[in-house]
């Protein structure tokens, strides 16, 4: 999504900074700090640089880097947990700020597909991974899986896909009154029982995910 300053939204940020930094970014070596400014900080992009500056992030050896790391998300492994570098979809999240989008690589597209061929009865996708109480690997859902998983799958152009649909359906439903407002709990997975570090209850004031209106943990 591109968030655009104008006439409607005056460029105030600018004057808390001191001088606009745009030039300076604009003339920076980093092809996707450039699509950030052509995308997100001008009132009026130019799309001829916008679309160079998506084809130079597409080139970029940083950008081919981070795609070799994309896991087997059907091979399972060893993930510390959703804050590793190594997570999926931490990885997609961040070629996506960096401009690459749905279509842009078919390793991507694959690594889409699997994620989205394995979703379970409560609508939520599983992740199939090891973990600290799985030493083998499972097929199991944390609402946190859940949430990163459909994240990259709407940034990534798959939002008109049923499976989608249900797991956002699934993630409303996940949602309960706790002190702090709308937030998700922790929910032990069924399969292996584990859960995140926050507290079960939906009435407790910490929950293993950020509040309906806030940013994700």
């Given at each position: 999504m591109t968030r655009r300053t104008g006439p409607d939204r005056p460029e105030r940020w600018l004057g808390l900074l001191g001088a606009d930094p745009r030039p300076w970014i604009l003339a920076s070596p980093e092809p996707a700090a450039r699509w950030i400014v052509q995308?997100?900080?001008?009132?009026?992009?130019?799309h001829r640089a916008v679309a160079a500056a998506h084809d130079e992030v597409l080139a970029d050896p940083g950008t081919t880097q981070?795609?070799?790391?994309?896991?087997?998300?059907?091979?399972?492994?060893?993930v510390s947990g959703h804050q590793s570098p190594a997570f999926a979809p931490n990885l997609l999240g961040l070629l996506a700020d960096m401009g690459v989008g749905g279509g842009d690589d078919q390793r991507i597209e694959r690594l889409l597909d699997a994620m989205a061929r394995h979703q379970l009865a409560s609508g939520r996708f599983a992740s199939f991974a090891e973990s600290r109480v799985t030493p083998e690997p499972a097929w199991s859902s944390l609402l946190c899986?859940?949430?990163?998983?459909?994240?990259?799958?709407?940034?990534?152009?798959?939002?008109?896909?049923?499976?989608v649909a249900r797991a956002v359906g699934a993630m409303a439903a996940d949602l309960g009154d706790t002190t702090q407002g709308r937030a998700w709990p922790c929910v032990p997975?069924?399969?292996?029982?584990?859960r995140g570090p926050g507290e079960p209850e939906p009435t407790s004031s910490r929950t293993c995910s950020a509040t309906a209106t806030g940013s994700r943990s």
């Open positions: 995308t997100r900080l001008l009132a009026e992009p130019d981070l795609i070799d790391r994309l896991p087997d998300w059907e091979a399972g492994g060893e899986d859940n949430h990163a998983i459909v994240e990259v799958l709407l940034r990534f152009g798959r939002g008109d896909d049923p499976r997975d069924p399969v292996t029982r584990f």
